[in-house]
């Protein structure tokens, strides 16, 4: 006579669990640097504390991204006049690869000058001492 066994084998999906848990924790760190950038070093800096803040990347093209998207400069004006119509003193930290062109710099800074932002930081890479 054949009996059936009622159990369920819960070995094959632990281990499931965990090859997908490992999965995950390998990818999430690559989705997080989807702009190539090269930032320069500087010998030195402080350590900068990412409360509310918004970052504007720059890649070596000059090309300006907001939370990855790419922006012109008329829409980055106009996110950072929305930022400070909130909170006048929302910061705005600029994260440039070391190859940008220092007009394309200049032109990004001056644009979030105009849009009245007055917390302006520059993100660098600090070189040990």
């Given at each position: 006579?054949?009996?059936?066994?009622?159990?369920?084998?819960?070995?094959?999906?632990?281990?499931?669990?965990?090859?997908?848990?490992?999965?995950?924790?390998?990818?999430?760190?690559?989705?997080?640097?989807?702009?190539?950038?090269?930032l320069p070093s500087v010998p030195s800096g402080e350590?900068?504390?990412?409360?509310?803040?918004?970052?504007?990347?720059?890649?070596?093209?000059?090309?300006?991204?907001?939370?990855?998207?790419?922006?012109?400069?008329?829409?980055?004006?106009?996110?950072?006049?929305?930022?400070?119509?909130?909170?006048?003193?929302?910061?705005?930290?600029?994260?440039?690869?070391?190859?940008?062109?220092?007009?394309?710099?200049?032109?990004?800074?001056?644009?979030?000058?105009?849009?009245?932002?007055?917390?302006?930081?520059?993100?660098?890479?600090?070189?040990?001492?």
């Open positions: 006579m054949y009996n059936a066994v009622a159990d369920i084998n819960v070995v094959p999906l632990t281990d499931l669990v965990f090859n997908l848990l490992i999965v995950f924790m390998l990818a999430t760190p690559l989705l997080e640097q989807s702009i190539n950038i090269k350590a900068i504390e990412t409360r509310d803040v918004t970052t504007v990347d720059l890649d070596s093209a000059g090309h300006a991204f907001i939370h990855e998207k790419l922006v012109t400069l008329d829409e980055l004006e106009k996110f950072a006049r929305g930022k400070i119509a909130m909170d006048s003193q929302h910061a705005v930290l600029v994260r440039g690869d070391e190859k940008v062109p220092y007009g394309r710099f200049v032109e990004i800074v001056d644009r979030l000058k105009q849009a009245g932002v007055s917390k302006l930081g520059i993100i660098g890479i600090a070189t040990k001492k």
